[in-house]
């Protein structure tokens, strides 16, 4: 299973974009990025997903490397509501079609007014 | 689109007794659930994985006995806490996909605190 590494931390103004980043050295060709985001004591909300092209939805866009040994999540104009933790998750294949995510520390954002 | 509805929301009772939660996905069917655990300041823990109509694959770690999984329907998948005891206390939390090519979606939780 490909693991990812994200910085614990990281502060944005609020209106500013919030890039985070995220490394995934091990990926394999076959696995997608996935972004989550948990606001405290709620369930995890999902933000956008990619396998090798850049995404862009409503909510934000994700980068992915040439490589894709590492992505970028981009809030464009975050507020303060988007203050969350924040996990890139690259999904893995367990029996089947099926497969599951497994949560790392995540990144929590913090924004600042 | 793509709602998970979980309930309740929180519970308290006495160690002992037994405690169902709900996961229910509202605009979708849901081929695959999953109930994931996450104790504070730590990041979710996934408990298991079921299919409709099959029984679930639990993680290592986690008695099936005691976390009972059933996922009768496209759109109902309950966990039951048996005989519950203050370590069980923790964030309960369930998400649902449709296609395996679609993202999980997640319920809002249920903070489960055994007395």
């Known amino acids: 299973d490909a693991k990812t590494t994200q910085p614990t931390s990281m502060d944005c103004a609020e209106g500013r974009a919030a890039n985070l980043p995220c490394n995934h050295s091990t990926i394999s060709g076959n696995e997608y990025v996935y972004w989550y985001r948990q606001i405290h004591s709620q369930g995890p909300q999902y933000i956008i997903h990619g396998l090798k092209n850049n995404e862009t939805n409503e909510m934000a866009s994700l980068i992915i490397t040439e490589d894709r040994k590492s992505s970028t999540l981009i809030l464009p104009h975050a507020t303060l509501r988007d203050t969350a933790v924040y996990y890139c998750i690259v999904r893995v294949q367990s029996g089947g079609s099926n497969y599951k995510l497994t949560f790392g520390k995540g990144t929590l954002l913090t924004v600042n007014p | 689109g793509a709602v998970v509805s979980q309930h309740p929301s929180w519970v308290i009772c006495k160690s002992g007794t037994s405690v169902k939660i709900e996961c229910r996905s509202l605009d979708f069917q849901a081929t695959t659930m999953f109930w994931y655990r996450q104790f504070p300041k730590q990041s979710l823990m996934l408990m298991a994985t079921?299919?409709?109509?099959?029984?679930?694959?639990?993680e290592q770690g986690v008695e099936k006995d005691k976390f009972l999984i059933n996922h009768a329907s496209l759109t109902l998948s309950t966990l039951t806490v048996t005989s519950a005891h203050p370590e069980d206390s923790s964030f309960y939390i369930c998400?649902?996909?449709?296609?395996?090519?679609?993202?999980?979606?997640f319920g809002d939780g249920t903070r489960l605190s055994i007395l």
């Open positions: 998400s649902a996909r449709g296609a395996a090519n679609q993202p999980q979606h």
């Open positions: 079921s299919n409709e109509g099959s029984k679930a694959t639990y």
